[in-house]
């Protein structure tokens, strides 16, 4: 659960959607520290392998591993075993899997912790992809729009005990209003207005996300495509500080 204050670093994770280590290391270099936390996914752990989290952090930065895990809940259980021993601070995991594999996710995460007396990795339950539409939803079977959709997964993960939600900037106002202010929302699929949307289908600006709710902006392309990925940054950073000294 949401339980400390988050510095203005805290707020901007950038994901470092590479797949090649030399490139992981040329970035973490050119955010010289800017960020506190750097997210890395399945092109990485692929790509490089589980490694790729020590290099990370050997420029300081914390990680947030987006595992995307699911699965039934036994095996989900056992992959959050693993990931426990790795030194992330925080992981995701589908909530199509169900409660069950969320609260056995979490339940063994905390357990771990307990006995090792550490951190516990927060766990982020990843709603519905950014990259689908009400259209994809439908071809997919899913009943409603997605909004539909995104509420009934997130109220399933905050009833699972999931420390956060990850969900598009345009469902966080929703969220919040359905279910308070109890756990964390971060948000993908954000866009400065000058950025090509790329595959990502539910979009919207750093401002509009910080104003509607959201604790974290994972950012990729919008920063990491830039020349000046440092100068990108500062930009970001002077937008969420600013909407929320405004909100
Ligand atoms: O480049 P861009 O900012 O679109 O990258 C967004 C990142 O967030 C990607 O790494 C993607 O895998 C991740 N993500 C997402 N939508 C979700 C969950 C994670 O785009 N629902």
């Known amino acids: 659960m949401k339980d400390k204050k988050l510095s203005l670093r805290d707020r901007l994770i950038v994901s470092l959607d590479k797949n090649k280590k030399s490139d992981v290391v040329n970035m973490c270099r050119k955010i010289s520290g800017k960020v506190s936390t750097l997210k890395l996914g399945l092109e990485l752990i692929y790509g490089v392998g589980l490694e790729v989290i020590d290099t990370v952090k050997s420029f300081g930065y914390k990680v947030m591993l987006d595992a995307k895990l699911f699965d039934i809940p036994n095996t989900v259980k056992s992959a959050a075993e693993a990931i426990g021993g790795l ?4 992981v995701t995991i589908h909530t199509l899997g ?10 063994i995460l905390e357990k771990q912790s307990e006995s090792r007396a550490k951190f516990r990795p927060l766990l982020f339950g990843v709603t519905i992809l950014t990259s689908l539409d009400d259209k994809d939803l439908k071809a997919l079977g899913f009943r409603g729009d997605f909004m539909y959709s995104v509420l009934n997964l ?8 999931t420390d956060g939600i990850i969900c598009s900037p345009n469902e966080v106002e929703a969220i919040r209003k359905k279910f ?7 948000t993908p699929g954000i866009r400065l207005p000058e950025d090509a949307a790329g595959d990502q289908k539910r979009i919207n600006t ?8 959201a604790d974290f902006l994972i950012v990729g392309r919008s920063i990491t495509t830039r020349e000046d990925v440092g100068g990108t940054i500062d930009l970001y950073l002077e937008k969420i500080e600013r909407t929320l000294g405004h909100a």
């Open 87 to 90: 030194g992330v601070s925080a």
């Open 180 to 186: 308070g202010t109890g756990f964390y929302i971060a």
């Open 206 to 213: 750093p401002e509009e996300a910080m104003s509607r709710g």
């Open 154 to 161: 997130a109220g399933v993960a905050i009833d699972a005990g």
């Open 98 to 107: 169900g409660r069950q594999m969320l609260e056995q996710a979490r339940e």
